[in-house]
């Protein structure tokens, strides 16, 4: 496995592997200045391009991760921690992590290059869109859609059967208790639209 993007979120990813026993043959970063990485050494992206080596986009601003996946055409694979619960009639896309503590629950599908951070609850019959992000200790119940880029932040509850569109950001601690359209950044609770971005 490649890690690229010698980011805090590398270093759970790393962890994750470790405990996988998933061999990390090399922590890639376009800042020549990074150099290491709790001990690892990171190098540059040309160093690796021919390899056929599965590959992690281990970067967690949702945008930063799709443009890097737009320009790069590599094979992708999962890192799941032992610790995290998933149900065996979900799915989990290529180059998505998840976290220790988590919890996925049946028929839910998680799309590509999405995190799903510690401890967070993704409940039945959930549908996550690309590059979405579920920080740490969110509360999904069951029958949500997230559109692409959506990061729910840390501590959010979103109750069940709600659709919340493409690249919101929905703040930590929310409750999200209506549908919420594209672009909309939520705070608060009940959790109210502070900003959109269309
Ligand atoms: C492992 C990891 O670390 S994973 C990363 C997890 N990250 C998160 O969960 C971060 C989630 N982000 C937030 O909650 C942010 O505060 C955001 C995105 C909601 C808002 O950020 P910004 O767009 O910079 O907004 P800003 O800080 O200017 O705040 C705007 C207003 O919303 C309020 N506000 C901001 N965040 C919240 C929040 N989470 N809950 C309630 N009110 C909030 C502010 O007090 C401010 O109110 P005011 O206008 O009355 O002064």
Same mark, same amino acid.
């Given at each position: 496995?490649? +890690?690229?993007?010698? /980011?805090?979120?590398?270093?759970?990813?790393?962890? !994750?592997?470790?405990?996988?026993?998933?061999?990390?043959?090399?922590?890639?970063?376009?800042?020549?200045?990074?150099? /290491?990485? @709790?001990?690892?050494?990171? /190098? *540059? +992206?040309?160093? *690796?391009?021919?390899?056929?080596?599965?590959?992690?986009?281990?970067?967690?601003?949702?945008?930063?991760?799709?443009?890097?996946?737009?320009?790069?055409?590599?094979?992708?694979?999962?890192?799941?921690?032992?610790?995290?619960? $998933?149900?065996?009639?979900?799915?989990?896309?290529?180059?998505?992590?998840?976290?220790?503590?988590?919890? !996925?629950?049946?028929?839910?599908?998680?799309?590509? =290059?999405? !995190?799903?951070?510690?401890?967070?609850?993704?409940? =039945?019959?959930?549908? +996550?869109?690309?590059?979405? =992000?579920? /920080?740490?200790?969110?509360?999904?119940?069951?029958?949500?859609? +997230?559109?692409?880029?959506? *990061?729910?932040?840390?501590?959010?509850?979103?109750?069940?059967?709600?659709? !919340?569109?493409?690249?919101?950001?929905?703040?930590?601690?929310? $409750?999200?208790?209506?549908?919420?359209?594209?672009?909309?950044?939520?705070?608060? @609770?009940?959790?109210?639209?502070?900003?959109?971005? @269309?």
């Amino acid at each position: 496995m490649i +890690l690229y993007g010698a /980011s805090g979120h590398a270093k759970v990813i790393l962890d !994750i592997c470790q405990a996988n026993k998933v061999e990390v043959t090399a922590i890639l970063d376009d800042n020549k200045n990074i150099t /290491s990485l @709790n001990g690892h050494r990171v /190098s *540059q +992206l040309d160093d *690796q391009r021919s390899t056929n080596e599965t590959f992690i986009i281990s970067v967690g601003d949702n945008r930063t991760r799709k443009k890097m996946v737009d320009r790069n055409d590599f094979f992708y694979g999962n890192a799941i921690h032992p610790n995290a619960v $998933v149900d065996k009639t979900s799915v989990i896309d290529v180059g998505s992590v998840v976290m220790a503590g988590v919890i !996925i629950n049946a028929s839910s599908i998680i799309g590509k =290059h999405c !995190i799903i951070n510690t401890s967070a609850t993704v409940d =039945h019959d959930c549908t +996550l869109k690309d590059f979405v =992000h579920i /920080s740490p200790n969110a509360t999904l119940c069951g029958g949500i859609e +997230l559109g692409e880029g959506t *990061q729910i932040g840390a501590g959010a509850v979103v109750i069940p059967n709600l659709k !919340i569109g493409k690249w919101c950001t929905i703040g930590a601690g929310a $409750v999200v208790i209506s549908d919420i359209p594209d672009g909309a950044t939520v705070v608060g @609770n009940p959790g109210r639209i502070i900003k959109s971005n @269309n």
